[in-house]
């Protein structure tokens, strides 16, 4: 069965420092690999996935991560915070057998961003 | 295309009424998901349909929570009787037939149960 593991439930950085938003995952074929991002008081919205092309994937508002199959990892980056990105960041997998249809995901991590 | 749409957007009641909160997912999408989401146990995800007929209903809390979805354009979410418990903001969520695809949230029905 797939899973998702965020480390830490809270992250805080200082304005213009890197972020670094940390995921793993297990899946017994390659997954495909998604980060969403919910502001207060809002929905999820995708900041970007991986889907089996380019390893480094690029997303919306500066931020990235990276597929490595090696040490099951998919974590998010940032080279500088705005305080805009105080918000709770999900890592999810896709789910394969069964159905086939839905999104595991992890616990989340809420970024705060000091001035 | 004007995304997920969930109604209403904030609903108050009281313990043991019933409550019915409502989507209109996005136009072609074959995946309707519904969520919970709480301070203490996070989202969670409550059922999904694919092509209207219910695929895992295993995180429906209790017999008092049903969903249904009689056509491809809307699905609700009952509760009957509501809880105090039953607090949270509950998500709805789309998707195409790939699994590689973007599953899109609405903005949530903030439900508070007095």
């Known amino acids: 069965a797939q899973s998702v593991t965020q480390l830490g439930s809270h992250v805080s950085v200082s304005e213009g420092a890197l972020v670094l938003l940390r995921c793993n995952y297990s899946?017994?074929?390659?997954?495909?690999l998604f980060w969403y991002v919910q502001y207060p008081n809002q929905g999820l919205q995708l900041l970007l996935k991986?889907?089996?092309?380019?390893?480094l994937v690029k997303g919306i508002n500066g931020f990235e991560a990276e597929f490595k199959k090696s040490e099951t990892s998919f974590h998010l980056t940032k080279p500088s915070a705005h305080m805009s990105d105080a918000a709770e960041y999900f890592c999810a997998v896709s789910e394969y057998g069964g159905s086939q249809g839905n999104l595991i995901f992890g616990k989340g991590t809420k970024l705060s961003v000091k001035p | 295309d004007a995304g997920v749409i969930q109604s209403p957007r904030h609903e108050v009641t009281e313990m043991g009424q019933e409550v019915t909160l409502r989507c209109k997912p996005i136009?072609?999408?074959?995946?309707l998901f519904w969520y919970r989401q709480t301070m203490m146990r996070g989202l969670e995800l409550l059922i999904y349909f694919n092509n209207n007929v219910p695929i895992d209903d295993s995180g429906m809390p209790e017999d008092r929570f049903s969903a249904k979805m009689p056509n491809a354009s809307f699905s609700t979410l009952k509760i009957q009787p509501s809880e105090p418990r039953d607090s949270a903001v509950y998500f709805c969520a789309s998707r195409t037939g790939l699994l590689s695809d973007t599953q899109y949230f609405g903005p949530g029905t903030r439900l508070t149960v007095l």
């Open positions: 899946s017994s074929v390659p997954p495909y």
């Open positions: 991986y889907t089996s092309a380019a390893t």
């Open positions: 136009s072609g999408h074959d995946y």
